[in-house]
């Protein structure tokens, strides 16, 4: 996300370097090339001019201070105004009534229903006691899909196959979440068209039925300036209250994004990665300011670790590496942490300085998989004790997982290099862990 736009500011930025002041002309020429980043990356022409126009007047009306180059400036007032032009501030969702109902509005195959999974695990996991309503009456594999969604986070549902009319259906959710004690209601609906008259209705009868606390429209982010003129007919139709951005691991240039929040004067709440219910973020202008910039986003990383390492499994593991008994059960537990964090790249890309230098690598997500089934294939005395293992088990192991026992070779001397590090840092007592992760 942003990689191809977050480049292309960075060379523009290299006009600056090694002037002595800002210039009209020197000024002239970054902006030049950061408004065709801009348009390059699906931003709005008219919004990308206004952003140029308001970075210029600024940058020639500032005074360069003796501890600041030009090109720190410069970068410090476009990151102000991309903080600007993504919202300023995150907006949080509202809630309000009894239950708080959040309303999911969207085009078809914009992934309405899996952010509506993800959503109420978010929710349950801020101690919401979260209900689902399965209002898409069109696809009969949305209704078993939010089904399968909401046993997996372990929410309940509201669904009846017989019942074909979403406002019915929407009224006795209500009164269903009502029975059971839930707090919050989200009603998934169907993916329509804006040029659909008969389902706009609908989804406004609905609206007008449970009046929600909160309407989310979900877009796909790939579908770049489609998606902003689309957010613009849904708002003039429902007025809805906030933006979720899906698929923004994709091949996504960022214009959405970027042009979202002036068309529609809406604040963009969430983006979503991925299918994992765990790939969810709230959004941050502040935040995706500075990955445009390629100054990372340590914070989100560090809220996505807090999210899948729970503390007694920290205190374990910390217990585990201090006594230097961390086995190789361990190790995949960990491993399995890491992979619910979501999209790898995506998580590197959040480093500060790593973002522009993987862009064009080809990162797997499974690139776990290999060591996963070489540990799966070993009993529990070897988990516990690699340094037995001879070169029958090593076969035995090798056969059941598929690999070579090359790759078991390295798998183990990592993994005994690992453990070497971690009894220095483990002699250190518990302030030697503090910045690993889940620690």
Do not use: W
Not at 73 to 85: A, G, Q, R, S, Y
């Amino acid at each position: 996300m942003f990689e191809n736009l977050s480049l292309r500011i960075e060379k523009a930025f290299k006009t600056l370097k090694g002037q002595g002041k800002i210039s009209e002309i020197n000024v002239a020429e970054t902006l030049k090339e950061i408004r065709r980043a801009l348009v390059d990356a699906d931003v709005n022409y008219k919004i990308a001019k206004e952003f140029i126009d308001t970075v210029k007047e600024k940058a020639l009306g500032a005074n360069v201070l003796t501890s600041v180059s030009p090109g720190q400036l410069m970068t410090k007032i476009v990151f102000d105004e991309l903080k600007e032009l993504l919202g300023g501030e995150k907006e949080d969702i509202s809630f309000s009534g009894n239950p708080s109902v959040i309303l999911i509005a969207g085009l078809q195959g914009s992934g309405k229903t899996t952010f509506t999974g993800k959503l109420a695990k978010h929710l349950k996991s801020k101690g919401k006691k979260v209900m689902l309503v399965a209002g898409d009456v069109y696809r009969p594999a949305a209704i078993n899909q939010l089904k399968v969604l909401a046993e997996q986070v372990g929410v309940d549902i509201y669904a009846d196959t017989e019942n074909k009319n979403p406002v019915s259906l929407a009224a006795k959710g209500v009164i269903e979440a009502r029975s059971i004690g839930a707090n919050v209601l989200i009603i998934d609906t169907a993916g329509r068209l804006s040029i659909d008259e008969d389902m706009m209705n609908e989804i406004a009868a609905v609206k007008s039925e449970v009046k929600p606390a909160e309407i989310l429209f979900v877009v796909d982010a790939m579908t770049g300036q489609d998606a902003v003129n689309t957010a613009k007919a849904f708002n003039d139709r429902l007025n809805f209250d906030g933006v979720v951005l899906t698929k923004m691991d994709g091949d996504t240039r960022g214009g959405a994004a970027l042009s979202i929040k002036t068309i529609v004067n809406k604040p963009i709440k969430f983006v979503s990665n991925g299918e994992k219910m765990e790939a969810l973020d709230i959004f941050y202008p502040e935040r995706m300011a500075n990955r445009i910039l390629g100054m990372g986003d340590v914070v989100s990383l560090v809220e996505r670790a807090q999210a899948v390492f729970d503390e007694e499994e920290a205190a374990r593991i910390n217990k585990k590496f201090q006594k230097n008994n961390f086995d190789l059960d361990d190790f995949l537990k960990q491993i399995q942490q890491i992979k619910k964090m979501g999209n790898m790249k995506d998580l590197m890309g959040m480093i500060p300085g790593v973002g522009n230098k993987i862009k064009d690598l080809d990162i797997d997500d499974n690139a776990f998989k290999g060591v996963e089934s070489l540990i799966q294939s070993m009993t529990p005395f070897e988990r516990q004790n690699p340094e037995k293992l001879n070169n029958s088990r090593k076969q035995r192991i090798c056969k059941g997982s598929g690999r070579n026992v090359q790759e078991l070779n390295k798998l183990l001397s990592q993994f005994d290099m690992m453990k070497k590090m971690m009894k220095k840092v483990g002699s250190m007592g518990p302030k030697g862990l503090k910045g690993l992760p889940g620690f």
